[in-house]
């Protein structure tokens, strides 16, 4: 029996009504996206982002650099900044668009996995904890995921209907993908066990002749179109690397950028165990995870080759990210973005099978419950505790050293000091200066410690500047320690044992932490006497 016909109605023309759900749908989804988006204060590299962007926008210089990665994030910042200005809402409202569209995609999942099953993996997109969250933050991870879900879905459109634009549009996007972040070359590593997989029946190991002689047919007939395909993903990737080739020396970004993040694997510079995602992953990704090797198990026998394909490609991605060396939460959403058709599968069923007579359903009141739970859980990431502080005791563990919303506060009186005339507004020294370069850009600032004779209402030095400053300043000064960066280490040891199940029970409950939220703690000198 087909995934399409356990997971819901088969794909038929589109009625009314399911366009309207895929309208209210889109809406909640960009909603979601668009609230509060501007409130958190900007994390480090968005910050980086941002301001380059708005460097590109207003003098056209791009070169491309695997630090700070591909090109799509700042093409797509550069054109909110030049329509709507920048800010930080503008800086994340290509992120949370970028992030409706990939709900959107979830759409092109009905033909292979039926009505109810892509609707509800668009349910799981927009409301996925990590998925919500990262499609609100300045950076490339969403574009990777767009592109990246754009050229499997739109390349198995054109292999069921051999439309020239499937194949057209999945080429464009494995471009963006490409020229989004370096994960592609993890993707494109991954794709050969999963393809792989694709070869593979249950109870009869690998079909390999047969299909290999198919293989090749199939080529033969599509030769031309792949070919167009192909040279279309190279133009488009080269426009984009060489900035409409004024960077013709940046034509080849695969050596550049496999040599530099292969050494930041092997030097771990943002480093943690092998097991660093798994909490993560089940804190947050249970309504996802679980019924996707629910749904798994249950078809072990029976699995698609699409169905094979998926968990392949998702064992494999957790498999490849607990290795590599650089450990970040937001590559979480590359780990489970796989997962998404099969787990939107497995609840289509559990809310459209056929109901007990007594009307008790435990296995529906559980998927209640684990629904309502993820719900909360994005919530409380998204909009309640989105950024760490050491002033309030409550911590999310994907909140990955965070800029404090005190540093934002900071920002408004240098503005307002601006804004009355002070010109230097303030002199900035040390690690502050990222996101104040962002934040403080149409302000006059000295970027160093002041000097006699130009003393600015503002001073922001790091905590082992202060004496230096304070020699320099004198008493026209008032002095105040502010947190920068604030960070919570989940620290767990057995001996003794912490967490104790009553530490995480409350904090499950709670997200009140059971050890310390640090932070990088940074001096403010306000002038308080004339100078």
Same mark, same amino acid.
């Given at each position: 029996?087909?995934?399409?016909? /356990?997971?819901?109605?088969?794909?038929?023309?589109? +009625? !009314? %009504?399911? #366009?309207? &759900?895929?309208? =209210?749908?889109? $809406?909640? *989804?960009?909603?979601?996206?668009?609230?509060?988006?501007?409130?958190?204060?900007?994390?480090?590299?968005?910050?980086?982002?941002?301001?380059?962007?708005?460097?590109?926008?207003?003098?056209?210089?791009?070169?491309?650099?695997?630090?700070?990665?591909?090109?799509?994030?700042?093409?797509?910042?550069?054109?909110?900044?030049?329509?709507?200005?920048?800010?930080?809402?503008?800086?994340?409202?290509?992120?949370?668009?970028?992030?409706?569209?990939?709900?959107?995609?979830?759409?092109?999942?009905?033909?292979?996995?039926?009505?109810?099953?892509?609707?509800?993996?668009?349910?799981?997109?927009?409301?996925?904890?990590?998925?919500?969250?990262?499609?609100?933050?300045?950076?490339?991870?969403?574009?990777?995921?767009?592109?990246?879900?754009?050229? /499997?879905?739109?390349?198995?459109?054109?292999?069921? +209907? !051999? %439309?020239? #634009?499937? &194949?057209?549009? =999945?080429?464009? $996007?494995? *471009?963006?993908?490409?020229?989004?972040?370096?994960?592609?070359?993890?993707?494109?590593?991954?794709?050969?066990?999963?393809?792989?997989?694709?070869?593979?029946?249950?109870?009869?190991?690998?079909?390999?002749?047969?299909?290999?002689?198919?293989?090749?047919?199939?080529?033969?007939?599509?030769?031309?179109?792949?070919?167009?395909?192909?040279?279309?993903?190279?133009?488009?990737?080269?426009?984009?690397?060489?900035?409409?080739?004024?960077?013709?020396?940046?034509?080849?970004?695969?050596?550049?950028?496999?040599?530099?993040?292969?050494?930041?694997?092997?030097?771990?510079?943002?480093?943690?165990?092998?097991?660093?995602?798994?909490?993560?992953?089940?804190?947050?990704?249970?309504?996802?995870?679980?019924?996707?090797?629910?749904?798994?198990?249950?078809?072990?026998?029976?699995?698609?080759?699409?169905? !094979?394909?998926?968990?392949? &490609?998702?064992?494999?991605?957790?498999?490849?990210?607990?290795?590599?060396?650089?450990?970040?939460?937001?590559?979480?959403?590359?780990?489970?973005?796989?997962?998404?058709?099969?787990?939107?599968?497995?609840?289509?069923?559990?809310?459209?099978?056929?109901?007990?007579?007594?009307?008790?359903?435990?296995?529906?009141?559980?998927?209640?419950?684990?629904?309502?739970?993820?719900?909360?859980?994005?919530?409380?990431?998204?909009?309640?505790?989105?950024?760490?502080?050491?002033?309030?005791?409550?911590?999310?563990?994907?909140?990955?050293?965070?800029?404090?919303?005190?540093?934002?506060?900071?920002?408004?009186?240098?503005?307002?000091?601006?804004?009355?005339?002070?010109?230097?507004?303030?002199?900035?020294?040390?690690?502050?200066?990222?996101?104040?370069?962002?934040?403080?850009?149409?302000?006059?600032?000295?970027?160093?410690?002041?000097?006699?004779? !130009?003393?600015?209402?503002?001073?922001?030095?790091?905590?082992?500047?202060?004496?230096?400053?304070?020699?320099?300043?004198?008493?026209?000064?008032?002095?105040?320690?502010?947190?920068?960066?604030?960070?919570?280490?989940?620290?767990?040891?057995?001996?003794?044992?912490?967490?104790?199940?009553?530490?995480?029970?409350?904090?499950?409950?709670?997200?009140?932490?059971?050890?310390?939220?640090?932070?990088?703690?940074?001096?403010?000198?306000?002038?308080?006497?004339?100078?």
């Amino acid at each position: 029996m087909s995934p399409a016909v /356990l997971a819901g109605t088969g794909p038929g023309p589109v +009625t !009314r %009504r399911e #366009r309207q &759900l895929w309208g =209210a749908l889109l $809406l909640v *989804a960009l909603l979601l996206r668009l609230f509060a988006l501007g409130d958190r204060p900007l994390h480090h590299d968005e910050s980086i982002h941002a301001w380059f962007s708005d460097h590109f926008l207003h003098t056209g210089e791009y070169k491309y650099d695997p630090v700070y990665h591909g090109p799509i994030q700042y093409f797509a910042v550069a054109s909110s900044f030049l329509l709507l200005g920048g800010s930080d809402f503008s800086s994340r409202l290509p992120a949370a668009l970028g992030g409706t569209a990939l709900v959107a995609m979830a759409f092109l999942l009905r033909r292979r996995f039926g009505v109810r099953a892509a609707f509800a993996a668009g349910v799981l997109t927009a409301c996925s904890p990590n998925l919500l969250y990262f499609t609100r933050f300045c950076r490339e991870d969403v574009w990777s995921l767009l592109g990246t879900a754009g050229t /499997l879905l739109f390349f198995d459109e054109w292999l069921a +209907t !051999r %439309r020239l #634009r499937d &194949l057209m549009a =999945a080429s464009v $996007l494995a *471009a963006v993908a490409f020229a989004s972040k370096e994960n592609f070359y993890v993707l494109l590593a991954l794709l050969v066990p999963s393809i792989a997989a694709v070869f593979w029946e249950p109870g009869e190991g690998i079909v390999f002749w047969p299909r290999i002689r198919r293989l090749v047919e199939f080529l033969e007939a599509t030769t031309i179109a792949l070919t167009g395909a192909l040279l279309l993903f190279f133009v488009v990737s080269e426009l984009c690397y060489t900035l409409f080739l004024v960077h013709p020396e940046s034509g080849n970004p695969a050596f550049q950028a496999i040599s530099y993040w292969w050494g930041q694997h092997s030097v771990e510079r943002v480093g943690g165990p092998k097991t660093y995602y798994l909490p993560r992953l089940v804190q947050y990704e249970f309504a996802l995870l679980i019924p996707a090797f629910l749904w798994v198990w249950k078809r072990r026998r029976e699995l698609g080759g699409v169905e !094979r394909f998926l968990v392949t &490609l998702g064992v494999t991605s957790l498999g490849m990210y607990a290795y590599l060396g650089e450990k970040t939460p937001w590559l979480i959403v590359h780990q489970i973005f796989p997962f998404v058709p099969l787990a939107g599968a497995f609840w289509a069923e559990l809310f459209f099978r056929q109901r007990p007579r007594d009307g008790f359903d435990p296995p529906l009141l559980a998927g209640l419950a684990v629904g309502a739970a993820s719900l909360v859980t994005a919530a409380t990431l998204c909009f309640a505790y989105p950024a760490l502080t050491p002033a309030v005791t409550k911590a999310e563990s994907v909140v990955y050293v965070q800029t404090t919303p005190e540093l934002k506060r900071l920002v408004k009186e240098i503005e307002v000091a601006a804004a009355a005339g002070a010109a230097p507004a303030a002199s900035v020294q040390g690690e502050s200066g990222w996101p104040l370069n962002w934040y403080l850009r149409k302000v006059q600032v000295d970027w160093s410690l002041p000097v006699e004779g !130009r003393l600015p209402p503002f001073v922001v030095v790091d905590a082992d500047k202060a004496q230096e400053a304070r020699g320099i300043l004198g008493a026209a000064y008032k002095e105040e320690e502010i947190p920068l960066r604030a960070w919570w280490i989940p620290e767990t040891s057995f001996r003794p044992l912490q967490p104790t199940p009553l530490q995480l029970l409350r904090y499950l409950l709670t997200r009140t932490p059971w050890s310390v939220v640090g932070a990088q703690q940074i001096t403010v000198f306000r002038r308080v006497q004339s100078p």
